[in-house]
C-alpha cells in the first residue's frame, strides 16, 4: 500500500478484555516496529522486527504484552487482560531495510481506551 | 539512559513569523541520527528533518532548518514563514546509529499559528 496502516483506530475495551491491534505495513519493507505513546508523551519503543523474527522485545511493558508478525508482513500486538495503563495510542512503524539506516514510516496508531 | 528533553510544552507564533523548537538529549554515544517529527490531530508521524551526528553542517529543508550544537546535545528546529498547517505537536528524537532499531522521543511541543 501507499503508507503504514493500522486498525482499529480507535478501540474501547473493559478491563480484563483481551484486544488484538493490526499493522500492515508498507509493502516490502523488511523491519517493523511498535510504540506506545501515552497521553502528553512521546512514543515509547515496544518492540521490532525483521521480517518474521522479532529481534527486540525490551520495551513490551510486561507478558501481557505480546507481538507477532508470522509471514513477515502483518503484525499483530496483543494484549491480554487489559489494565487502565494500557490506554494510549499505539503506533507502529515499518522501515525499507532490515539495517539500521532508512527511515521509518509510522502508521497513523490505534487510540486503545480501557474502562 | 537515553533521553530527550523538550523544554516547551506549548508555543505559539503568528503567521509568517519564525519560531524556535527547543530540543536537548542525553546520550554517550557519538554516532546517532536526531530528528524531527510531526504530529497532526490525525496523529501520522510526519518526518520533518534529520541530521546525522557527524556532519557539522545544519541540515535545512525549504522553511524548516536545524541549529545543531553536538557539545551542547542541542537541537532546535526553526521554522520561518510559518504556515497554518504547521500546527501540531512537535517530537524532537534521536536514533542511533549502528543500533538504529528504536527512536527516542521527546515529549513533544504543541505548535500554535495564529492567522
Known amino acids: 500500500g501507499a503508507g503504514v496502516s493500522q486498525s482499529p483506530r480507535y478501540k474501547v475495551a473493559k478491563r480484563g478484555q483481551d484486544v488484538a491491534l493490526r499493522c500492515d505495513p508498507i509493502s516490502g519493507h523488511v523491519s517493523l516496529f511498535w510504540y506506545q505513546q501515552a497521553l502528553g508523551q512521546g512514543p515509547e519503543f515496544l518492540t521490532y522486527f525483521q521480517n518474521e523474527a522479532q529481534l527486540d522485545k525490551s520495551g513490551l511493558p510486561s507478558d501481557r504484552f505480546f507481538a507477532e508478525r508470522p509471514e513477515g508482513s502483518v503484525s499483530t500486538l496483543k494484549i491480554q487482560r487489559t489494565q487502565q495503563e494500557d490506554s494510549a495510542v499505539y503506533l507502529c512503524?515499518?522501515?525499507?531495510?532490515?539495517?539500521?539506516?532508512?527511515?521509518?514510516?509510522f502508521g497513523p496508531g490505534t487510540r486503545l481506551t480501557v474502562t | 539512559a537515553q533521553t530527550v528533553t523538550q523544554s516547551q510544552p506549548e508555543m505559539s507564533v503568528q503567521e509568517a513569523e519564525t519560531v524556535t523548537l527547543s530540543c536537548t538529549y542525553d546520550?554517550?554515544?557519538?554516532?546517532?541520527?536526531l530528528f524531527w517529527y510531526k504530529q497532526p490531530p490525525s496523529r501520522q508521524m510526519i518526518l520533518v528533518i534529520r541530521q546525522e551526528a557527524y556532519k557539522q553542517q545544519n541540515a535545512t529543508e525549504n522553511r524548516f532548518s536545524v541549529n545543531f550544537q553536538k557539545a551542547a546535545k542541542s537541537f532546535s528546529l526553526k521554522i520561518s514563514d510559518s504556515q497554518l498547517g504547521d500546527a501540531a505537536m512537535y517530537f524532537c528524537?534521536?536514533?542511533?546509529?549502528?543500533?538504529?532499531?528504536?527512536?527516542?522521543f521527546g515529549t513533544g511541543t504543541s505548535l500554535t499559528v495564529i492567522p
Open positions: 546520550t554517550s554515544e557519538s554516532d546517532y541520527y
Open positions: 512503524a515499518s522501515r525499507l531495510g532490515g539495517g539500521s539506516t532508512g527511515e521509518q514510516y
Open positions: 528524537a534521536y536514533r542511533f546509529s549502528n543500533t538504529g532499531n528504536q527512536f527516542y
